[in-house]
């Protein structure tokens, strides 16, 4: 009777413990990029509905950042705008700045971690949420990287299979943190 028990026992205990491995995959899955963390913006930073099919920014709640939605409009917003590392800093992130794009002045390249924090390659091609990025293409986009000496480093991340270095390439402007 006693081992009859005991089977019982350890039976129970490896289906609870089962289950609670099923619920921690499904959350490390949400987690790695299959929630939405996303939230539109209007021109002036305030939320619109996940349905809205206009907005200017894209605000990621898993890291605070605020992204620059990309259009096709001609502007320097313009998906297909393609710069040289110093031309994207100089020239983009600064007229982004002079504008007070959002009503912000601290616009810049994302760094390498930032930037793959938007980027979803478990879908189709561009690898990114394409209902808050429609306009990412998949090419390459400015990013940077910080060495051990300090240095900054110019990067690139791409949003598709291809990645050819050139010495143009595509970029999205990011902030941080509202403040």
């Known amino acids: 009777m006693l081992r009859s028990v005991s089977r019982h026992t ?26 939405n963390t996303f939230v539109k913006l209007d021109a002036n930073g305030n939320e619109l509905a996940a349905d809205a099919t206009g907005w200017a920014m894209v605000k990621d709640t898993k890291t605070g950042l605020i992204w620059e939605m990309k259009t096709t409009d001609g502007s320097v917003h313009d998906a297909g705008n393609q710069y040289t590392w110093k031309e994207a800093k100089e020239v983009f992130a600064a007229e982004l700045n002079n504008i007070k794009f959002g009503g912000f002045t601290d616009w810049r390249m994302p760094n390498d971690t930032e930037i793959k924090s938007i980027m979803r390659q478990n879908q189709e091609e561009p690898f990114v949420d394409a209902a808050y ?17 300090g240095a900054v480093m110019s990067d690139t991340k791409s949003f598709g299979k291809k990645s050819v270095r050139s010495g143009k390439q595509h970029v999205i402007a990011v902030r941080d943190k509202e403040q």
Do not use: E, H, Q
Not at 10 to 34: E, H, P, T
């Open 10 to 35: 350890v039976r129970c205990l490896l289906f609870l413990l089962l289950g609670v491995l099923c619920a921690a995959s499904s959350a490390w899955a949400a987690d790695a990029g299959g929630a």
């Open 133 to 149: 990025f429609p306009n990412i293409r998949p090419a390459n986009y400015w990013d940077f990287y910080i060495c051990g000496s």
